[in-house]
């Protein structure tokens, strides 16, 4: 190895931190136990925001948009993920998947986040968490498209950070010779990340006492949700979560349960297929409450989450990297990731609400090519949402074929309801009026 190369190298491992490297190499000896099944307890479910004829809905957004329009929300996005099962090139929040337009997930968030900023007459910050592999891109996508017309220095963008991957025997490997292998530290890295070069106190300065998380891939995503919000400001919990109703046994989202008093998310890989088909009096799942990923999150709980010790995932996989020969192979590796969720337990007893989110409107996971979770199934759920808005609107019930709604154009229905006259359908999409157009009446 040449010099340079050789000081490199002894650089990084200089820099790794010490206390993490024998965390991961404890949890590779002895991996964290799952909680047995007979301890698991199906949280209580709130109602979700769809349901506003209910009155703890009403009261529950009406708080949430207090704490809007006191500009004391900001909007945060995981959105360091890999996309390898939708093999796309590029970060997946730029997936053009708007059924008609091409609209990107970035752009479909930019335009949630455009009208709440709107409704609420407030700054509601964006924060963008990038990974290392898709930073320059994020950037550079929103800054090519004038980050969709809001004002950049509202745009944040913070990338997770990395762990070396080891061996099998727990040695540290190398993706080259002056270089370690290293992967991304999983969506949990989002605590440190946000706190890191001091983004969470600068939030905390501009007034923001809570964040509202949701990941990149889903593309119904209900961005700062007043009802979720106020349901979460009611109560003692340091962070809240969206559940979707599970009622396939076999549907791939982990599971909120109670263990002794404390929320978690116990993976499906984790429990027998018995256990999961178990049913409750109802008829329905026991253990229903299907995690997809949206928290509300007090800003001082985040701040506690990026000094604490979030578990460790491990994945075994083959990895290209250097071989004891010193040559570049596929060798065994194991990786490890942190979860955002691994924090439910950590906010204690009562720390934790679980709110229940309306699938159809709110949940349309874009993980893979085609099949379940595929770019056809979130592009008829985005198309099957608009037509419910529009009909619920009394707009374009007698348009066949497939319908979409610009961008920014409503966040729900009522919001929509209340644009009715502000609004034109042109080929299927549904877009504002250019301001010298005359109003319809
Ligand atoms: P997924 O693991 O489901 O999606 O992450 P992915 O990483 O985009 O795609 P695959 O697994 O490689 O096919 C769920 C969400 O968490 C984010 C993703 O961007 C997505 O919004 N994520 C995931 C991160 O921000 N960082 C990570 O290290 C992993």
Request: charged share 25%; glycine share 10%.
């Given at each position: 190895?040449?010099?340079?190369?050789?000081?490199?190298?002894?650089?990084?491992?200089?820099?790794?931190?010490?206390?993490?490297?024998?965390?991961?190499?404890?949890?590779?000896?002895?991996?964290?136990?799952?909680?047995?099944?007979?301890?698991?307890?199906?949280?209580?479910?709130?109602?979700?925001?769809?349901?506003?004829?209910?009155?703890?809905?009403?009261?529950?957004?009406?708080?949430?948009?207090?704490?809007?329009?006191?500009?004391?929300?900001?909007?945060?996005?995981?959105?360091?993920?890999?996309?390898?099962?939708?093999?796309?090139?590029?970060?997946?929040?730029?997936?053009?998947?708007?059924?008609?337009?091409?609209?990107?997930?970035?752009?479909?968030?930019?335009?949630?986040?455009?009208?709440?900023?709107?409704?609420?007459?407030?700054?509601?910050?964006?924060?963008?968490?990038?990974?290392?592999?898709?930073?320059?891109?994020?950037?550079?996508?929103?800054?090519?498209?004038?980050?969709?017309?809001?004002?950049?220095?509202?745009?944040?963008f913070a990338c997770q950070g990395t762990l070396p991957a080891l061996t099998p025997d727990g040695e540290l490997l190398r993706a080259a010779p002056d270089r370690l292998f290293r992967n991304p530290d999983g969506h949990g890295g989002l605590y440190r990340s946000l706190a890191r070069d001091g983004l969470l106190e600068r939030l905390g300065n501009g007034g923001v006492s809570t964040l509202f998380t949701c990941q990149v891939d889903n593309a119904l995503a209900p961005v700062a949700d007043p009802a979720f919000l106020g349901f979460h400001l009611g109560s003692a919990a340091r962070i809240s979560s969206k559940a979707v109703v599970k009622t396939e046994a076999s549907e791939k989202v982990g599971l909120l349960a109670e263990c002794g008093g404390l929320l978690q998310c116990v993976e499906y890989s984790d429990l027998p297929a018995a256990a999961q088909q178990t049913r409750a009096s109802d008829g329905g799942l026991r253990l229903r409450a299907g995690n997809i990923a949206m928290h509300a999150i007090d800003l001082t709980f985040a701040q506690e989450m990026a000094a604490a010790d979030l578990p460790l995932h491990l994945a075994r996989k083959q990895v290209r990297a250097l071989g004891p020969d010193g040559l570049l192979a596929s060798v065994p590796a194991v990786k490890f990731e942190t979860f955002v969720f691994d924090a439910l337990p950590l906010a204690g007893r009562g720390g934790c609400l679980v709110q229940e989110a309306d699938r159809a409107e709110e949940f349309a996971p874009l993980k893979n090519r085609s099949g379940a979770d595929s770019i056809a199934s979130a592009r008829t759920a985005l198309g099957a949402r608009a037509r419910r808005w529009m009909e619920a609107a009394g707009l374009g019930s007698s348009a066949s074929g497939v319908l979409e709604l610009a961008p920014g154009l409503a966040v729900d229905a009522a919001d929509l309801r209340s644009r009715k006259d502000e609004v034109e359908l042109h080929g299927g999409r549904l877009l504002r009026l250019r301001p010298h157009s005359t109003a319809r009446s």
């Open positions: 190895m040449s010099p340079g190369a050789a000081a490199a190298l002894a650089a990084e491992i200089a820099a790794l931190d010490a206390k993490m490297l024998e965390r991961q190499r404890a949890a590779l000896r002895a991996p964290p136990e799952a909680a047995a099944v007979e301890d698991l307890e199906p949280p209580e479910l709130l109602p979700p925001s769809s349901r506003i004829e209910d009155p703890r809905v009403r009261n529950a957004a009406e708080r949430g948009w207090e704490e809007l329009r006191g500009g004391r929300v900001a909007v945060v996005t995981v959105a360091g993920g890999q996309a390898s099962r939708l093999g796309f090139e590029g970060p997946k929040g730029a997936y053009p998947l708007g059924p008609i337009s091409g609209a990107s997930l970035f752009q479909i968030l930019a335009g949630a986040v455009h009208r709440m900023r709107e409704r609420a007459g407030a700054p509601l910050p964006w924060v963008l968490m990038t990974g290392p592999e898709n930073d320059a891109a994020t950037r550079a996508y929103f800054a090519a498209r004038n980050h969709f017309g809001l004002d950049a220095r509202s745009v944040h």
